[in-house]
């Protein structure tokens, strides 16, 4: 590992792009911790301490690395762009012209991507202005007026923009996927502080035997959470596929092998985002409108949010967590149609010669590969549902208070797999362009 680490700071193309990553981070760390002009820098933190039912918005921390929580000119983060993208990816299965865009190969995802950036942009000035408005006159602001909301609308819709801006040049000039660093990056730095938070809750001022048995579980715990989302990030079916011989001129060339790798966890973390949004959307939507009622709905509110589940004291409402589950396991399906097409790839396989061994060319291998999927699919959920449910089991029976549990550790580990893969390859290249030099 260190070795591989020092082979890539010895080549120079290399250890550039990653100095400018670190400086571009660098960038958004600092710009993290600039405050909006006439905002209190307190307000979050003392109405997130009042909720019974915060866990979307320190979800929302969490992704913009505690910028939300300072009200920093960098609050809204890179979370505009990632809903633009969900929302352009999930447009393209009914947009026959987004379809076409995205299959028309380097040209049409260019304008996918540039229109990407307008819906970011138009997300990052309905989400400011949620804000400024919504909790700008409870006190948010420190002088609620016209010239202040648009203060902060602008000066939070352009730090969205800028975000964005660098994320984009990250994956043009250093190493990795820009955006999905910069979401990495936010959700690390809370970390330390949660897991510091966890041991001052169980280990600090118990008996020594008390100490060592919990900090042995907490640390066995993240380790393990660790490596069943590494493994359900790397699991992979590979079905055979075998290519007919081909007459070329005298000589029979051709009957080579290959195969279809199938992953386990085919929709990555797109099934918790979506099950999550659902569930919190009524929660969230209740909150901006400033919805404080005792009634039939704040018990429907309670039955939606993970803070209530599986506490002991309030069972009841975990069936919430049931929907939750069933939500997550029908994502998993769904998310996985909308990426994968069995029919598409059977096709494909069939017009170049190529046939799964025992299975006949065109529908049936289309119904054998739907099959499969259905069933590693299932695998993947059943594990994605695991690495969810587990943080919830830990605060509702535990009380253990923290802001990353699942999604964000599918999130991390996922992307710093991809850029050691990504940073292998370039230096793959480079070996090889050493070898043609000689």
């Given at each position: 590992?260190?070795?591989n ?9 290399i250890?550039n792009r990653?100095i400018f990553?670190?400086?571009m981070?660098?960038?958004i760390?600092?710009g ?6 006439g905002?209190?820098r307190?307000?979050?933190s003392?109405w997130?301490a ?5 866990d979307?918005?320190?979800l ?5 690395g505690?910028?939300?929580?300072n ?15 969900i ?5 393209t ?9 995205q ?5 049409g ?5 540039s ?6 942009v138009?997300?990052?000035?309905i ?5 400024a ?6 006190g948010l602001l420190q002088?609620?007026n016209?010239?202040?909301v ?6 939070l819709?352009?730090?969205s923009?800028v ?8 994956t043009?000039?250093g190493?990795g996927?820009?955006?999905?660093i910069v979401?990495?990056?936010n ?7 949660d897991?510091?938070t ?6 600090v001022?118990k ?6 048995v919990?900090?042995v579980?907490?640390v ?7 490596v ?9 079916r590979?079905?055979p596929?075998?290519y007919?011989?081909?007459i070329?001129?005298?000589?029979q060339?051709?009957?080579?092998t290959?195969s279809?790798p ?10 918790i985002?979506?099950?999550?949004s ?5 929660v ?9 009622g ?8 309670k039955?939606l949010?993970?803070t209530?589940?599986?506490n002991p004291?309030?069972?009841?409402y975990?069936?919430?967590?049931i929907v ?8 998993a399906?769904?998310?996985t ?9 059977a096709d494909n396989?069939?017009k170049?010669?190529?046939?799964i ?11 054998y590969?739907?099959?499969?999927l ?6 993947g959920?059943v594990?994605?549902t695991?690495?969810?449910?587990l943080p919830?089991?830990l605060?509702g029976?535990f009380?253990a208070d923290?802001?990353?549990?699942g999604?964000?550790l599918i999130i ?5 797999l ?13 070996n ?7």
């Amino acid at each position: 590992m260190f070795q591989n680490v020092k082979k890539a700071f010895q080549i120079k193309e290399i250890r550039n792009r990653l100095i400018f990553t670190v400086i571009m981070l660098f960038v958004i760390r600092f710009g993290s911790q600039l405050p909006v002009p006439g905002v209190d820098r307190t307000y979050f933190s003392r109405w997130l301490a009042q909720q019974t039912s915060g866990d979307a918005f320190s979800l929302f921390d969490a992704f913009t690395g505690g910028s939300f929580l300072n009200m920093s000119i960098l609050a809204l983060n890179i979370t505009p762009y990632i809903t633009a993208s969900i929302i352009l990816q999930l447009l393209t299965i009914a947009i026959p012209k987004l379809e076409e865009m995205q299959r028309e190969g380097e040209e049409g995802r260019k304008l996918i991507v540039s229109i990407t950036r307008y819906v970011t942009v138009a997300l990052s000035v309905i989400e400011a202005a949620a804000m400024a408005i919504g909790f700008g006159r409870n006190g948010l602001l420190q002088d609620y007026n016209a010239l202040n909301v648009i203060t902060v609308i602008v000066v939070l819709t352009a730090g969205s923009a800028v975000v964005m801006w660098l994320g984009e040049r990250i994956t043009e000039k250093g190493v990795g996927n820009g955006i999905s660093i910069v979401l990495t990056i936010n959700i690390v730095s809370r970390i330390p502080s949660d897991i510091v938070t966890l041991f001052q809750q169980f280990v600090v001022g118990k008996k020594i035997a008390t100490e060592v048995v919990n900090s042995v579980i907490i640390v066995g715990i993240i380790i393990g959470m660790t490596v069943l989302v590494i493994l359900l990030n790397d699991a992979e079916r590979h079905i055979p596929v075998q290519y007919a011989r081909k007459i070329q001129g005298r000589r029979q060339v051709g009957s080579t092998t290959s195969s279809i790798p199938l992953k386990v966890n085919t929709g990555g973390v797109m099934p918790i985002i979506f099950a999550s949004s659902i569930m919190e959307f009524p929660v969230i939507i209740s909150t901006l409108v400033g919805y404080k009622g005792s009634g039939w709905w704040s018990e429907v509110l309670k039955y939606l949010s993970s803070t209530y589940w599986l506490n002991p004291a309030q069972m009841r409402y975990s069936v919430g967590l049931i929907v939750y589950v069933l939500l997550l396991i029908f994502f998993a399906y769904f998310y996985t149609s909308i990426t994968f097409n069995p029919i598409e790839i059977a096709d494909n396989l069939k017009k170049s010669g190529g046939f799964i061994p025992g299975i006949r060319p065109g529908k049936p291998t289309s119904e054998y590969l739907n099959r499969i999927l259905n069933y590693i699919i299932f695998i993947g959920a059943v594990g994605l549902t695991v690495v969810a449910v587990l943080p919830i089991f830990l605060r509702g029976v535990f009380n253990a208070d923290i802001s990353f549990g699942g999604t964000s550790l599918i999130i991390v580990v996922s992307v710093v797999l991809e850029t050691i893969k990504q940073i292998e390859s370039m230096m793959m290249v480079q070996n090889y362009k050493g070898f043609l030099s000689e």
